[in-house]
Each structure stands twice: as structure tokens, then as C-alpha cells.
């Protein structure tokens, strides 16, 4: 089970950045629809490569059941991609938090350069509610926004859904 709340990040230039662990994430959605997400991605971290295949499915609320397994380079290459589906393509810094909490902070590139997402995957749901939040974080997407949203609308209407929050 992953529990899990994200929110908008409107600047990052008082975070020292170098100073946590940096991944290259490029994400494609194979199969979307109204209770389960499909994806791989190539996870480069520190020049070395892996492969990972997640199904997510049944979320409620900030909570989603989520399998996901390392699979080889041969594996992802025979997972085509729709090609109705936009890349995620991101760098993703993993910042220590309070209580072992990790932030996770996705800068986008490519179709989405310029959003900043933070996200924070919590042991329950009270945990989720009852942390306290660093002071730069932006408006909750917890509920409102998904990167398998991203993936499969529209670009101009994600920017205008995070324009309007």
C-alpha cells in the first residue's frame, strides 16, 4: 500500500540541492483508465541504470495499492509505449525529512519544464495527516493531480490546472 500526499512547489532557490541524492526518472504510461495505471521506468542514478515495471491500482483517497518489480533492459524495451501518452521526464532529489520521512522533489523537463512537485510517502494515513509540512511547500495535489494524469492529458491543461491552483 502506498499513502502518499504530493504538492506544488512554487521555488526551490533557498534548497542547496547538490547536497541529496539525485535520479534521472524518464516514466511512460502504458495503460490508463479510471481505477488502475500502468508504467515503466529508467531510473539513472549515479551513472547506473535500472528498469522498473509498476501497476497501481484501487487509489482511495491518498492511498493506492502499488506493485512494482525491477525488470531488465531487454523487459522494458518490449514494453512499447502508447504513443497517446506524454514522457515523463524528471529529475527527482530524495530529501531527509523528519521521523525518516523522505521528500521526494520532481523537477520536470521536457513537456513540463518548469513544474516542481514534493512528495511524501507515509507509513498510514494518520501519519499523512498529522505530519507537519516544510514551510515552502505549495498547494496539496493529493487527489487532484497524478503524473498518469499528465501522462494521458493534455499539456496546455495541466499547466492551466496548476496555473488555477
Known sequence: MEIERKFLIKNI??????????????QDYLYKDKYTAIRKRMIVKDNKVRYVYTVKTK???????????????EEYDSLRINANFNTIDKIRYVIP???????????????????????IEFESEEQAKNTELPDWFGNELSCKLTNSDMAVKDVGEIFNIIKNM
Do not use: M, P, Q, W
Open 13 to 26: 532557490d533557498n534548497l542547496d540541492l547538490g547536497k541529496y541524492e539525485k535520479k534521472h526518472i524518464t
Open 59 to 73: 487509489a482511495t483517497g491518498i492511498s493506492a495499492h502499488e506493485i512494482e518489480n525491477e525488470i531488465s533492459r
Open 97 to 119: 525529512y523528519k521521523n525518516g520521512l523522505k521528500i521526494e522533489l520532481d523537477v520536470f523537463n521536457g513537456c513540463y519544464k518548469g513544474i516542481i512537485f514534493a512528495e
